[in-house]
Every structure is written in C-alpha cells, then in structure tokens.
C-alpha cells in the first residue's frame, strides 16, 4: 500500500512539472507572435504633395507614386525652354538684320542673311524705294512676331509649372478615394400599364461598399 502512496506521489510531481513547462512553452510562443510588425499603408497628403511640388517640379509627382508622369512634366518644361531659345534667336536676328539695313553703313549687311533671295539692287532705297520699303516692313514683323511668340513661351513655362502643381495636388486629393468594384446590374420585368396588359424592363444598379 507505501508503495502504491509513492507511485502515485511521483506521477502526481511529474504531472505538475509538464504542466508547468507546457504553460511556459505557450507563453513564450504567445510574445513572439505578438513583435510581429504590419507595414503602414501609404495615404498622400495633398498639402505635402503641394509644397513638394512648388518646391520643384516632379517632386509631387513622386510624392503620390505616379513616376510615369515625371518625364510628361520635364517634356513639357523642355518643349517650352526650346520655344524660347528659337524664338529669342530668331528676335535677335531680325533685330539686328533691321539695324543694318536702315543704317548708311555699307559694312554692315547682315540683313543679307534673310534677303538671300532678292536681287541685291532692290536694297538700294533711293533707286528702289517700294522694294526697300517691303523688305523693311517684313523684318518689323519679323522682329515683332518673334518677340511675341518668345513673350509667350515665358508665359507657358508659369502656366505649365501651375499645371504640374495642380496635378499634384489632385492626384493625392484622389488618392485615397475608395471606388467599389462590386457593382451589380439586375433585369427584372415589370408592368407598364394600368389594364396589366404590356410589359416592360426594371434596370436596376446596386453598389455594394
């Protein structure tokens, strides 16, 4: 019968041992799966992009994570930097092309340049004052269209700055906006008239958010 008492005392201790070890395991294993870390899910500010892209343009673009704009952006920023180097050129040209043809200097003939084309003795404006006088009046255009469409792409550069912050601004404003896939379309007859006779067609939408 002792020996039946410490049987059972042994097997009671070593029961309590594994039980404890075995809560010990679990709590250990609860800890660690409690560090694990969730990434942050990315929602654009439209004042920040708005400053990043007043800052320097592009900026707000990858701001929002459009980088397939980016090279619309600088395209445009190219296009128009090439308009007001070609414009101010040719301004310059006609500028001094004018000076040189209304002057008494003989040595200074760059108009030749864009007269290429007409008989030398028709520069003369005494002995042809009509051909002098449309050869002067074309070069004021000259000057006078040049400069404008050099004014101009000035003011396109602003313009298009604008543009790219607006876009910005807009893209991160829309960003975070939630449009749901789950649209349903049902068909359903139902009666148009009052004698129960015609029938028509319910077209229904539901959106399911």
Request: include cysteine; proline fraction near 4%; hydrophobic fraction near 40%.
């Amino acid at each position: 019968m002792v020996f039946v008492l410490k049987a059972y005392h042994k097997i009671t201790i070593i029961l309590i041992v594994l039980l404890f070890c075995f809560q010990q395991n679990n709590i250990a294993q609860d800890s660690l799966s409690v560090k694990k870390r969730v990434k942050p899910e990315f929602r654009a500010e439209p004042q920040r992009a708005t400053m990043l892209a007043l800052t320097f343009p592009g900026l707000g673009q990858v701001y929002n994570r459009k980088y397939w704009k980016i090279p619309l952006v600088y395209a445009g920023f190219g296009g128009l930097a090439y308009a007001i180097s070609y414009n101010s050129s040719r301004y310059i040209t006609y500028m001094k092309a004018y000076q040189d043809y209304t002057d008494n200097i003989p040595e200074t003939d760059s108009y030749l340049e864009l007269l290429y084309f007409a008989d030398p003795e028709s520069y003369d404006r005494y002995a042809h004052p009509a051909a002098y006088a449309t050869y002067r009046e074309a070069m004021l255009r000259g000057i006078d269209g040049y400069k404008k469409y050099r004014d101009l792409s000035y003011i396109g550069i602003a313009v298009w700055y604008l543009v790219t912050v607006l876009d910005a601004n807009v893209d991160a404003s829309l960003f975070n906006y939630d449009i749901s896939d789950n649209l349903d379309l049902e068909f359903t007859p139902v009666q148009m008239s009052s004698s129960g006779t015609g029938l028509g067609l319910n077209i229904s939408m539901i959106v399911t958010f």
